[in-house]
């Protein structure tokens, strides 16, 4: 697995366990960094603070983008996968949207349901198609 790949599942990992126990996801991320067990790679602390930083944005284009779908209604995973996904398409000037798309996709894939990298795939190539683009980060 690629380096950005295991950024990308650590920070995901992150972000699901603060969405899980409702605390701020930058709080669990120095929770981890300070456990150190697995490490946290530099890339997963960019994603995780990013998605903190923006996460009214975040969940705006969600809830805009996820017909007939509430956030709270979506498999949490799901929803951790996106967040990441929109933070990445929205913030993250050097990697590729397909790039983005695909790791999303196999993230979902592999810690998800059967429906869920459908989903996924559907919801962020509307999001693409429909030309949303790069914004300037908050925070």
């Known amino acids: 697995m690629a ?5 990308r599942k650590r ?3 992150v972000l699901f366990e603060a969405d899980q126990r409702n605390t701020d996801p930058r709080a669990t991320l120095s ?9 946290v790679p530099s890339y997963s602390t960019e994603l995780v ?12 284009v969600l809830t805009a983008y996820a017909a007939d779908w509430s ?4 498999p949490p995973v799901d929803r ?22 695909d790791e999303a996709v196999e993230l979902a894939k592999s810690l998800s349901t059967d429906d869920s ?10 999001l693409v198609r429909d030309g949303v683009t790069k914004e300037p980060a908050a925070g």
Not at 3 to 7: E, G, H, N, Q, T
Not at 31 to 39: A, E, K, T
Request: aromatic share 6%; charged share 30%; hydrophobic share 45%.
């Open 117 to 126: 990298p459908k989903f996924v795939n559907g919801l962020l190539s509307r």
């Open 71 to 74: 956030l709270q209604r979506m």
């Open 31 to 39: 929770d981890w960094v300070r456990r150190s067990d697995p490490p």
């Open 3 to 7: 380096a950005r790949s295991k950024s």
């Open 80 to 101: 951790t996968v996106l967040r990441l996904a929109v933070y990445e398409l929205l913030w993250c000037d050097d990697v590729p949207t397909a790039v983005v798309i």
């Open 11 to 13: 920070a995901l990992d």
């Open 49 to 60: 603070e990013g998605v903190a930083a923006n996460s009214e944005r975040i969940d705006a």
